[in-house]
Nanobody
Framework: QVQLVESGGGLVQAGGSLRLSCAAS????????MGWFRQAPGKEREWERE????????????SYADSVKGRFTISRDNAKNTEYLQMNSLKPEDTAVYYC??????????????????WGQGTQVTVSS
């Protein structure tokens, strides 16, 4: 079983950048397709988390939500057992708690929260206008 811990959140002005990290322990990250999701205030349930990005466990192919395409970049460093989300040109509507997640699905980059069996505790990102 893998444990995930996010870091790197914070307060940033619109147009700024942040890099989120997700450190894994217990199992090697290379065994999982990894994703990032976010949850806006007022949405409490895990299935209400919004897909942001994912990276395939084998090919490292990526997929992104339309709202972040061209601004966010997902990557992984298997040697460090860490996943990253580089966020540029941040907007106030990007404000949310960001979660990293791990999936054992072997085909593609799933976008539904229910496809991910392991989650971190979340890190707050606040973008001021």
């Amino acid at each position: 079983q893998v444990q995930l811990v996010e870091s790197g959140g914070g307060l940033v002005q619109a147009g700024g950048s942040l890099r989120l990290s997700c450190a894994a322990s217990g199992r090697t990250l290379s065994s999982y397709t990894m994703g990032w999701f976010r949850q806006a205030p007022g949405k409490e349930r895990e299935w209400e988390r919004e897909f942001v990005a994912a990276i395939d466990w084998s090919t490292s192919s990526t997929s992104y939500a339309d709202s972040v395409k061209g601004r966010f970049t997902i990557s992984r460093d298997n040697a460090k057992n860490t996943e990253y989300l580089q966020m540029n040109s941040l907007k106030p509507e990007d404000t949310a708690v960001y979660y990293c997640a791990a999936s054992t699905i072997r085909s593609g980059t799933p976008v539904r929260p229910l496809s991910y069996g392991y989650w971190g505790q979340g890190t707050q990102v606040t973008v001021s206008s």
